[in-house]
C-alpha cells in the first residue's frame, strides 16, 4: 500500500518526535546536543543511502553492547563493526557457573559435537567490552564509514560500519585499534577489509609480536586462532577472487549488497553468477531439493535441484554454511498460495562452484554421490511441465 502525501508527512512528523526525544536522553557535550531535528534525520537516512561515508551520530547512552558492537542514538538496531570478531560476554548465570567449574571443563561442553569453532562467553570477551568503554570514554559523537558502498546491513539486519572517534584531534579508527590492543582477530570471514587492509593486518602483526589479549598464552580465550585465520582467510580469498572476476560485470550479483533483488529482477530470463553463503538445505522426497542462499533473516534466495544425481554431483552439501557461486538463469515461480519468488535452477553439476581450502565442517564426501560429470553434459533435466507442478509444491 502506497502512502499518501498526507500520510508521509505524518509519519515522517512521529518519527521526528521520536528521535528528538530520544536524543534529548542522551545529553553530552555542546556539540552533541548542536544536532537539530533536520539534520538527525538527514543522518539516520544517511544510513540507508549507498556510500562510504555515512556521517556523524550521537553516541546513545550505554553506548556499548561488546567490544564490536555499539549503538548510537535513534537507530532502530546496533552497528556490527566491520573486520571484528571479539568474543562474547557473560549474560547468563548458567554460563557464569559452568566457568567457574574449570576453564577447560568449560569450553569443552560449549564444543560439544560442534565441528566448527565456536562462539563463547569468556574472560577476553569481558575484557573487549572493557577495552571499548574506556575508548569511547568521554566521546559523544562518532563517525560511520562504510567497506563497501552496497553493503549496508548484515543478515542480522545490523548496519555495517567502521567506527571513528576523534583523540587530541584526529578521527581514530576504533576497528583497527581494537586489533591493535589483541581485543580482536583481523576478522576476514566476511572477506578482506577493502580500505584498511594494510592497517589491520599490521595491527594484528603488532598485537600478535606483543602477545597482547588474544594473543597472551596466560590469558583465556578461544584457543583454535590459527585454525579461525585460516578458514576466514579461505573465504576472504574466494570472495576476492569472485569480486575480481565481477569488476564491471552486472550480472555477477553478490546476494549480501542492498540492490541485489533488484538487479535479479533486472535478469529475469538471463543468466546470472550468484554469490552468497548457504543459510540451509531443504531436501525434497517427492519434490525439488531447495538450497537457500542467506540474504537477511526471512529473505533467502533459492536454488532448485529436481535431480538429487545434479545435487549429488555438485557437492554443494559440502558447502552448507560457506560461501558458494552459482551460474544459472533467473526464473520466477508463483506458489499455490500465490505467492511469487525468483530462484535459479540448477540442472548441471558445473552450475556451483565453492572453495576447496574452506574446511570441510559438513563432513560430506567431497566426491559426492551423484552420476553427473562436472559439465553436466549426462544430467537431462525434468521436462518443463515436470518442473512447473514440482516448483509449485508447498
Known sequence: MRLTSVSRALVVAIVGALLL???????????????????????????ETPGLVIG???????????GDTIKVAGLDSSLRLCNLDTEE????EADRRLFESGWENY?????????????????????????????????????LERDHPKEIRDRYNRYLAYVFARKNGEWVNYNVEAVR??????????????????????????????????????????RDYVQRLEWWDARADFLMEFETEAAGKENYIDLSHWD????????????????????????????????????????????????????????????????VRVKG????????????????????????RGSDKVPNFTGVNPEGTGRGND?????????????????NAP
Open 89 to 92: 560476554t557473560f549474560k547468563n
Open 329 to 352: 538463469t533467473v526464473t520466477r515461480y508463483r506458489s499455490r498460495f500465490g505467492r511469487e519468488e525468483l530462484q535459479i535452477v540448477v540442472n548441471f553439476p558445473g552450475q556451483v
Open 181 to 222: 590492543a589483541g581485543m580482536s582477530p583481523y576478522f576476514t570471514k566476511y572477506g578482506y577489509s577493502r580500505r584498511f587492509h594494510d592497517l589491520f593486518a599490521q595491527a594484528q602483526r603488532e598485537a600478535q609480536q606483543k602477545e597482547l589479549g588474544i594473543w597472551n598464552p596466560n590469558t583465556l580465550h578461544y
Open 260 to 323: 541485489a533483488m533488484r538487479r535479479l529482477e533486472k535478469y529475469e530470463g538471463r543468466e546470472v553468477v550468484v554469490f552468497g553463503a548457504i543459510e540451509e538445505i531443504i531436501l525434497g522426497d517427492k519434490g525439488p531439493t531447495r538450497v537457500k542462499l542467506s540474504r537477511r533473516m526471512g529473505g533467502a534466495f533459492p536454488l532448485i535441484f529436481f535431480d538429487k544425481d545434479v545435487f549429488g554431483s555438485s557437492h554443494i552439501a559440502r558447502y552448507a554454511g560457506e560461501y
Open 375 to 391: 559439465d553436466g553434459e549426462d544430467v537431462e533435466a525434468p521436462p518443463a511441465e515436470e518442473k512447473k507442478e514440482e516448483a
Open 21 to 47: 526525544s530520544s536524543l534529548a536522553c542522551f545529553g553530552g557535550s555542546k556539540r552533541a546536543r548542536r544536532y537539530q531535528k533536520a539534520e538527525l534525520q538527514e543522518a539516520l537516512g544517511r544510513l
Open 107 to 143: 569450553l569443552s561442553t560449549k564444543q560439544g559435537q560442534s565441528s566448527r569453532p565456536i562462539k563463547a562467553a569468556t574472560p577476553m570477551g569481558e575484557a573487549a567490552k572493557e577495552f571499548a568503554k574506556k575508548f569511547f570514554e568521554g566521546v559523544d559523537v562518532v563517525r
Open 56 to 66: 556523524e551520530f550521537t553516541l546513545a547512552k550505554n553506548a556499548v553492547v561488546d
